[in-house]
């Protein structure tokens, strides 16, 4: 009975712990890679940060003018053409391999043993960050350059549209959830059951008369589309879960108040509003993380325009036009996610609430 | 109160007149705001960004708050009838309007564009749905997304069960579920970059950087390109992402109702001898099916409008195109307003049961 229970206790934590380990891999590759040299990350798997045995340098042979390059070479005591050097040569349990070309090139010669790639450099975010150009010399001694990316702004411009994205829908919402909770009036039910309609309406119905919209306005391409867009997106959900909240409110505390000849207006201020924080910052932080890392809504109300553009159009477009700069890619997707785990870490709690308080949203 | 006191009808109109002073400011000065915010971005190129981001924050949030106050103050200077009349008004008034703008009328005005042609101009009646669900393009978008929304549903429904009874047993149930949790503050495009770098491919001849290709050429095969040629199995490599992604919301929820099943009942079973897979199977799953009935839906209704990752991973290019991005490709690329529309309208009708459901869910509810 107890070994049963040691085994089965095994097989939990065994399980759970191989689960966690797959799901947090992706992650840690990416992290681990963004702080490594922008030419280590192409030439090595992350993983050999960790101990292994590799190929490392232990000699540095550079002909000298005399050898003719064009014919078999002795060097390190191994005549051999370029070609084969080139292609690298292995012998008494060292590699001996050419390096550039056939004019500046040199000799390495490698020994097999245990390493660990552990160079690691907060370049990559510079780059990421400031734009400017930047210049990395290769093994061989060919410099090339090549941009950074200015993400040091869109992350702002992520902000700007993210803060009101979240305070404007929430706002509307505890007026309309109080409305619908505390006070009868002729159509109630009949527009409440609309919010719980557009609950599910997929958006993609809405982007293309909005854009018509904001044309005629001349606000396409600006925050402000944004936001509009946004709060009429999150205000469904946004209502009905602060109705569900707002109109659970012990009924005896509403009634004394009412009693005692308060306004609906002071009740919702000085009453409604500090008993429904919980539920407030359970949205908030839904809707702040879903405005933050959406891309099809920025990409359609803000498009190119470059000054405007957020980190999730930024870091989008670095993959479509850069997708082999692992260095800005690694770095910049980093970029996009600190609010949001910073967030999601401090505030854990109250999105879990969030999330069990509303399963559908629209 | 103002209202406490007869009055007669000529000061009640002068009360009146005075009270929606304030509104009218109000509303004037969120009008004009309006066009200051917006060209204040679109000509000034010199103003300090943050500057025009706090003057834009002022101007969204405290328009709301003076709104609502200036309104309210109005509505209380009117006799007492009028006041209860007007006031629901206002409390639900704003976001009303919202929503029409934002979701009602848009939803009736593609369904309109859906029967014109590309420009709008010209009625086409059905000709654009015809097109929709004929076109071969279109047939290979519509088997993507049911691929999406049969394994991508599945599949996060079974990893978050699983996920929520093993924590459940376990003493790093914390912890465990953190880390499953933590992907979903992760945006899908940067859960994109993520991937496309554990997809990432090299030539035979280079070390591979990508965990996937180095395992796979680790054991003597060939790296593959997995997003790109690899059809139509690229599909699945694409939909490993969502799951990734979305098993931490399924955990959270099942694990919640896990934890409300009573204790009793599985006691009382493991008393009579019963093993724990059929505790799993003949107990905890009947008492938790509303929830992995709901999650479901909600993850079904989630894939079906599945964009962004397609969208950065592949654009849509080697067969993997969803209805989301071909959506977006028929409007933007293409500037086919008519069938662009007529794709959004079958987005649309597919989430009906759903809405259908929530709305008679609601009719039964008391509280109304």
């Known amino acids: 009975m107890k070994k049963s229970k040691f085994v089965n206790s095994f097989l939990v934590n065994g399980s759970l712990a191989i689960i966690c380990l797959l799901w947090t891999i992706p992650t840690l590759g990416l992290l681990i890679s963004s702080f490594r040299d922008r030419l280590d990350i192409n030439s090595s798997g992350w993983w050999t940060i960790f101990p292994h045995k590799d190929w490392v340098e232990i000699q540095k042979i550079t002909p000298g003018p005399e050898i003719n390059r064009d014919q078999a070479m002795t060097m390190a005591g191994i005549t051999a053409t370029f070609e084969k050097f080139a292609e690298g040569i292995q012998k008494d349990g060292k590699q001996y391999i050419w390096i550039g070309n056939r004019r500046i090139g040199y000799l390495e010669v490698d020994e097999y043993k245990w390493t660990a790639n552990t160079t690691f450099t907060l370049e990559n975010y510079k780059q990421v960050l400031a734009g400017g150009n930047y210049t990395a010399t290769l093994k061989d001694g060919t410099k090339v350059t090549s941009g950074g990316d200015n993400m040091s702004r869109a992350f702002l411009n992520s902000i700007a549209v993210a803060v009101p994205s979240t305070v404007i829908p929430i706002a509307l919402a505890a007026f309309a959830a109080y409305g619908f909770a505390w006070m009868r009036f002729p159509g109630r039910k009949m527009l409440f059951a609309l919010v719980v309609g557009l609950l599910v309406v997929p958006l993609q119905v809405a982007l293309i008369p909005l854009l018509r919209d904001y044309v005629a306005l001349h606000v396409n391409g600006t925050f402000l589309a944004v936001w509009l867009a946004h709060t009429g997106f999150g205000l469904p959900l946004a209502t009905y879960l602060l109705f569900n909240y707002i109109s659970e409110l012990p009924r005896d505390i509403m009634e004394a108040a009412f009693v005692d000849g308060a306004s609906h207006f002071t009740i919702f201020r000085q009453l409604v509003l500090p008993l429904s924080v919980p539920a407030l910052a359970s949205f908030a932080i839904f809707q702040f993380l879903w405005v933050w890392n959406d891309y099809l809504v920025a990409l359609i109300f803000i498009g190119a325009s470059p000054t405007n553009q957020l980190v999730t159009q930024r870091l989008a477009e670095i993959v479509g036009s850069r997708g082999q700069d692992w260095h800005l890619l690694t770095a910049g997707a980093f970029i996009t996610m600190i609010l949001p785990l910073i967030v999601f870490f401090s505030l854990q709690r109250f999105f879990v609430r969030g999330l069990l308080a509303g399963s559908v949203k629209g | 109160m103002s209202a406490s006191k007869p009055q007669s009808k000529v000061a009640q109109f002068i009360q009146a007149l005075i009270g929606s002073l304030p509104l009218v400011i109000s509303l004037a000065v969120l009008v004009l705001g309006f066009f200051y915010v917006r060209d204040l971005q679109v000509n000034n190129k010199d103003v300090p960004q943050m500057v025009i981001v706090l003057i834009a924050i002022i101007w969204g949030v405290g328009g709301v708050v003076l709104l609502f106050t200036t309104a309210n103050f109005f509505a209380e200077q009117l006799p007492v009838k009028w006041t209860q009349r007007l006031q629901p008004f206002i409390f639900i008034g704003p976001a009303l309007l919202m929503l029409t703008w934002a979701l009602v009328l848009p939803t009736i005005r593609t369904i309109i564009a859906s029967f014109f042609n590309e420009s709008g101009a010209k009625f086409v009646g059905?000709?654009?749905?015809?097109?929709?669900?004929?076109?071969?393009?279109?047939?290979?978008?519509?088997?993507?997304?049911?691929?999406?929304?049969?394994?991508?549903?599945?599949?996060?429904?079974?990893?978050?069960?699983?996920?929520?009874?093993?924590?459940?047993?376990?003493?790093?149930?914390?912890?465990?579920?953190?880390?499953?949790?933590?992907?979903?503050?992760?945006?899908?495009?940067?859960?994109?970059?993520?991937?496309?770098?554990?997809?990432?491919?090299?030539?035979?001849?280079?070390?591979?950087?990508?965990?996937?290709?180095?395992?796979?050429?680790?054991?003597?095969?060939?790296?593959?390109?997995?997003?790109?040629?690899?059809?139509?199995?690229?599909?699945?490599?694409?939909?490993?992402?969502?799951?990734?992604?979305?098993?931490?919301?399924?955990?959270?929820?099942?694990?919640?109702?896990?934890?409300?099943?009573?204790?009793?009942?599985?006691?009382?079973?493991?008393?009579?001898?019963?093993?724990?897979?059929?505790?799993?199977?003949?107990?905890?799953?009947?008492?938790?099916?509303?929830?992995?009935?709901?999650?479901?839906?909600?993850?079904?209704?989630?894939?079906?409008?599945?964009?962004?990752?397609?969208?950065?991973?592949?654009?849509?290019?080697?067969?993997?195109?969803?209805?989301?991005?071909?959506?977006y490709r028929q409007y933007f690329t293409y500037n086919n307003n008519g069938i662009g529309s007529a794709i959004a309208v079958v987005l649309f009708i597919a989430v009906i049961p759903v809405m259908v459901y929530n709305l008679r869910q609601f009719a039964q509810r008391e509280a109304f």
């Open chain 2, 126 to 327: 059905l000709k654009n749905f015809v097109y929709v669900f004929t076109n071969p393009a279109m047939l290979t978008v519509f088997r993507n997304n049911m691929l999406w929304i049969v394994f991508g549903t599945s599949f996060t429904v079974a990893a978050g069960l699983l996920v929520a009874v093993l924590a459940d047993r376990s003493r790093f149930e914390t912890a465990a579920k953190t880390l499953i949790f933590l992907p979903m503050a992760i945006s899908f495009v940067g859960a994109g970059v993520i991937w496309n770098f554990v997809y990432a491919v090299k030539p035979v001849s280079a070390p591979q950087i990508g965990l996937l290709n180095a395992i796979t050429t680790g054991f003597g095969a060939q790296p593959q390109a997995w997003t790109a040629f690899f059809t139509p199995w690229n599909n699945f490599f694409l939909i490993v992402i969502v799951i990734w992604l979305q098993t931490g919301y399924s955990m959270v929820l099942f694990s919640a109702a896990i934890k409300g099943i009573p204790q009793e009942i599985l006691e009382a079973s493991r008393v009579d001898g019963a093993t724990e897979i059929q505790i799993f199977f003949w107990i905890m799953l009947p008492q938790i099916m509303g929830t992995i009935i709901a999650v479901s839906t909600t993850i079904v209704i989630f894939t079906l409008k599945i964009f962004d990752v397609v969208w950065v991973m592949t654009g849509g290019q080697y067969d993997t195109s969803v209805i989301s991005t071909e959506f």
